[in-house]
């Protein structure tokens, strides 16, 4: 439970860790901006359009302002749950791509600064970018190769929503912990396989930091904004606890 609790903390201690080095912050700004602009833009044209859609729908059908007005409730509220996790679906396919080459450099800056590691895998610049991009599209079919299955069996009536929120939630904690410790263990040029036993060796720790990993990306703007500081802490709590060591 300790090291549960720890995990959940340790984004938020290494906030100051972030900004000790300015030359991370450089490398955040590009990604940021192009991510930002991409989960506004679906964000709000995706909310404003199924809203103004079911308004005009349901004004058709009811005449009644008191039950209107809490029709329109209900439905925005409902819109806003349902964009907010297309939108998380989203940033975890595209907001990564665009990312990885940059949360690279950040992870690369405090692991010989703050660590003094030096990992080299001695791949040119392109193949170094291709390379990153491969390790996230293999991230992305281990995640939708288990939440498929579990969107589907959200179908089943009664205990469908119950099993899909309980083990769905249970493993996008444990994929946002590997997806934020994964940068040390891909220049390293892991399988697959090494990096879920890294992650797993400390499985009370990566539960706790992904589950504070999954909240922050959820919310909007802030995902955007903090994945900075999570590829930052990532790479922090792979040395300070040892995942190196467990490989």
Not at 73 to 101: E, N, W
Not at 135 to 159: C, G, N, Q, R, T
Request: hydrophobic share 50%.
């Amino acid at each position: 439970m300790n090291d549960f609790v720890f995990g959940l903390t340790y984004p938020f201690r290494c906030i100051g860790l972030f900004f000790r080095y300015p030359k991370i912050i450089g490398y955040s700004l590009i990604p940021m901006i192009i991510n930002l602009f991409i989960y506004t833009f679906v964000f709000y044209f995706s909310y404003t359009f199924i809203t103004d859609k079911s308004e005009e729908l349901f004004r058709e059908a009811v005449s009644n302002k008191l039950l209107l007005d809490f029709i329109s409730f209900v439905l925005s509220l409902f819109t806003l749950l349902l964009v907010l996790f297309a939108c998380y679906f989203l940033f975890i396919i595209f907001g990564g791509l665009v990312s990885a080459p940059f949360n690279e450099k950040i992870s690369k800056h405090i692991e010989s600064n703050v660590f003094g590691v030096t990992s080299e895998n001695n791949l040119p610049f392109f193949r170094d970018i291709a390379f990153s991009i491969k390790a996230e599209l293999k991230k992305l079919l281990f995640y939708f190769s288990f939440m498929i299955p579990l969107i589907l069996i959200d179908f089943i009536p009664m205990i469908g929503s119950v099993i899909t929120l309980i083990f769905g939630s249970g493993f996008s904690f444990y994929f946002n912990a590997l997806d934020y410790l994964d940068y040390p263990m891909t220049r390293r040029m892991l399988s697959f396989r090494k990096k879920l036993k890294s992650v797993n060796s400390n499985f009370s720790l990566s539960m706790g930091f992904g589950c504070t990993a999954f909240f922050l990306t959820f919310l909007p703007v802030i995902n955007v904004l903090l994945n900075p500081v999570l590829v930052t802490a990532g790479t922090s709590l792979f040395y300070e606890k040892g995942y190196d060591k467990k490989i």
